[in-house]
């Protein structure tokens, strides 16, 4: 037993080197150490909140986001107008037979519309639809680049508590921070010893390791056990996911495993900006110096007596202004006798405008949000306007790309629904007057060549946008003879062949 075991590690070690040198693998995770693998962050999730809801610039940006990807809401569409069940080919256009095998097509059935439909109205427990939910997770996907969604199912099980089939109840949403993906240089669901790791989903608190993948039912209830590719920490121990039930997001980085915080490039700038507002805070409020100071140059003794004169006369009549003369030194460099210096904060002379203004950009340009949206006020003219919304719209656009995919992923892959797809709305509403007139030159242009002698048919999308078919009349535009007719039929060839008449062939 002991040679087994020496010889297993010592093929393990053999395998670890040889993997390594040909597949260098590079993430931002620690690749060693437990089987589920803890981010290597240089700061806590709890500072990255704290710093996002205590900056009024990155609260502005992610509520930006957030709220410009969902805004529209979701659409439930059609994947196709037919579809041919031999073939499985789809067609965007209503035919009833499928060209291809001549089967009788079908159309997009309306129970996955209501079962979709339903899903999405009560997502989970807490009475949230999908959109509410999505947003939450939106934003911790812009803090920490890491959200999570947990689809919880029912399994069920035949008579041998085989694994037979799951049906989706809610989705909810998982901490960033206590969520930890399971992964190593051998790929996901595997351990640093090339062990595959398996739970039992009535027993989530404890993993099975295996050396091959296969299946496996659980030593203490016998049904069939999941592959673990997710664990989140609850209290003093770890409950484990399979692949199809968590669903990991990143948008701001490109790496694998975890995402990158966006925070982690500009902190800096961020909290130059909350100590600029705070030092301003404390210079208005508790250590406020005067606003100014009077220097009166004179003698004390004489200024002291036309001061006391000075109060005096105050007093009985306040409303007037009175004169405070006092002798001047004889010979003195200084001929001023009065000068009066101001305290008063000056923000443009230390240059904060400036450098807050540069910090703020830079801190939206990171997010793809540009300063229009973040000071809320308009830019320098039209056409910087309009690179500013659209540089925040392909940003917003990214978003929805990203969420799209996860839409997809739920309706398809858990829910089940081939014939719909859930989709966001895209944020910028499509111009009514810039479609009419792409429609319009469609149109002319189908003219000119019907014109030319072309077929021109003509159809609508599934968008509702019009749209044609060109196919080439080998006729052209002359009228099409009878064959039956061209007995009788005459051509003029010249003025010498008048009147000849083309036989029969």
């Known amino acids: 037993m002991r040679f087994n075991i020496f010889n297993r590690n010592k093929e393990i070690n053999k395998a670890k080197t040889e993997y390594n040198e040909a597949y260098p693998i590079d993430t931002f995770i620690n690749m060693s150490g437990t089987d589920a693998k803890t981010p290597m962050y240089q700061f806590s999730y709890r500072w990255i909140s704290n710093t996002t809801f205590s900056s009024d610039l990155l609260r502005t940006i992610i509520e930006t986001i957030t709220n410009e990807t969902f805004k529209n809401g979701i659409a439930i569409k059609e994947r196709y107008e037919a579809k041919c069940p031999k073939c499985g080919r789809e067609f965007e256009e209503d035919i009833p037979v499928c060209p291809f095998d001549f089967t009788p097509t079908v159309k997009p059935s ?3 519309y209501i079962i979709l439909k339903n899903f999405i109205d009560r997502t989970n427990s807490f009475d949230e639809d999908i959109l509410t939910t999505m947003r939450i ?3 911790d996907v812009n803090m920490y680049d890491n959200g999570w969604l947990l689809i ?7 008579k041998s508590n085989n694994l037979i089939g799951a049906i989706p109840k809610e989705v909810v949403r998982l901490s960033p921070a206590k969520m930890k993906i399971i992964m190593s240089n051998y790929g996901m669901g595997i351990d640093d010893d090339v062990n595959y790791l398996y739970f039992c989903p009535e027993h989530r608190d404890e993993v099975h390791k295996f050396e091959k993948e296969g299946t496996y039912k659980c030593p203490k209830c ?3 056990m999941l592959r673990a590719w997710y664990s989140a920490k609850d209290k003093s121990k770890d409950i484990y996911y399979s692949k199809t039930e968590v669903y990991h997001i990143k948008k701001w980085s490109y790496t694998q495993g975890y995402g990158v915080p966006p925070l982690y490039s500009i902190w800096m700038k961020v909290l130059t900006l909350m100590k600029m507002d705070r ?9 406020r110096s005067p606003k100014a100071l009077l220097l009166i140059r004179g003698k004390l003794d004489s200024f002291r007596k036309a001061w006391e004169w000075l109060m005096q006369k105050a007093r009985e009549n306040p409303n007037m202004i009175y004169p405070l003369i006092l002798e001047g030194e004889e010979g003195g460099s200084n001929k001023r006798i009065v000068d009066y210096v101001q305290f008063d904060l000056k923000p443009e002379e230390w240059q904060w405008l400036e450098m807050r203004k540069e910090f703020r950009e830079v801190v939206g340009l990171v997010y793809g ?7 809320g006020k308009e830019g320098s003219g039209l056409q910087n306007e309009g690179l500013m919304i659209a540089a925040t719209n392909r940003t ?6 990203v969420w799209n995919d996860f839409l997809e992923w739920l309706s398809e892959k858990i829910i089940g629904v081939t014939s719909y797809k859930l989709e966001l709305v895209p944020n910028e509403r499509e111009n009514v007057v810039r479609d009419l007139d792409i429609d319009l030159k469609k149109t002319q242009i189908a003219t000119m060549l019907y014109n030319m002698g072309y077929e021109i048919e003509m159809y609508t999308d599934n968008n509702g946008r019009l749209q044609y078919r060109f196919k ?3 006729f052209g535009k002359k009228e099409r003879v009878n064959p039956e007719k061209l007995e009788n039929a005459k051509i003029t060839v010249g003025e010498e062949d008048e009147g000849q008449t083309l036989g029969k062939t």
Do not use: C, N, W
Request: aromatic share 14%; no cysteine; charged share 30%.
């Open 137 to 139: 997770v939106d934003t």
């Open 369 to 375: 949000v540009q300063p229009m949206f973040i000071e």
């Open 279 to 287: 030092f301003m805070l404390e210079a208005y409020t508790l250590q």
């Open 110 to 112: 309306y129970d996955e």
């Open 396 to 401: 917003i656009e990214h978003s929805q790309e």
């Open 472 to 474: 080439r009349d080998v």
């Open 222 to 224: 016998g049904k069939q």
């Open 152 to 158: 919880v199912k029912d399994y069920l099980y035949d």
